[in-house]
């Protein structure tokens, strides 16, 4: 269960919900929150606007996305999601994983 207010703590793709928007300017940088919603109505969002001729002038915020990532914060809403990846294998596991896992270097001083 994701819900407002709530840090997502592993990566996940959203099955049902409602007026879900998430921040993932940890993560991603993105300063705008993003719209989620579920797989099915994604699809069908993407599907309509390819038939409509409008897939190649769609910004990346046209078309929802339905996964939420960990480390992200679900701003509004509620909603169901199924865990897709959790620790190291999900994003914020990967992106801790880059910075940790480098060689250490010694400073000739």
């Known amino acids: 269960m994701v ?3 709530m840090e997502v703590p592993a990566d996940g793709l959203l099955i049902s919900g409602a007026d879900i928007t998430c921040d993932e300017s940890a993560m991603t940088g993105e300063t705008l929150p993003l719209v989620k919603d579920t797989f099915k109505k994604c699809m069908a ?3 309509t606007m390819v038939a409509e001729g409008g897939k190649d002038g769609a910004s990346t915020h046209d078309v929802p996305s339905p996964l939420v990532l960990s480390g992200s914060r679900i701003l509004s809403g509620e909603g169901k999601m199924v ?3 959790v620790g190291a ?3 914020l596991g990967k992106i801790q994983a880059l910075l940790t896992g480098g060689e250490e270097v010694t400073t000739p001083l």
Do not use: E
Request: aromatic fraction near 8%.
């Open 3 to 5: 819900q407002n207010g």
């Open 45 to 47: 969002k993407r599907d």
């Open 83 to 85: 865990v897709i990846a």
């Open 89 to 91: 294998f999900s994003a």
